[in-house]
């Protein structure tokens, strides 16, 4: 098999999300880059058009939280499945921000995407973005 070189992608969060829900995905919404076409804006989702070995990225700011919540927690996710090596990034403090990025084997047809554990956090979106790409 011939892994391809042509697969990343970056995408910003277009706009400022003012108040998550649980197990909400977080759709990076303002795509500058999506060589092969695989990152839907629309959707949030990543499909692995290919088997291979990628690396996702994630960075965002925190811009406000419920005074009862003083963190905010994003994952890395892969189709639904929280047992796997994903890293869950959190910021301590509003205009926090935080930073992680993760390797995994996908399989054709995998979707990998951004959710919360957390509830009425609010996101900056200047600061916020989503990244991907296959190591070949």
Known sequence: MIVSDKIAFLAYLGSEINGTTVDQTIVFDDVHTNLGGAYNGITGMFTAPEAGTYVFSLTFML???????????????RNNDFDIPVRALSTPEPNGTASGSTVMYLSKGDKVYVTTTTSKSYIRSVYSYFSGYILG
């Open 63 to 77: 811009r406000y939280t419920a005074p009862s919540l003083n963190y905010c927690e994003l994952y890395i996710r």
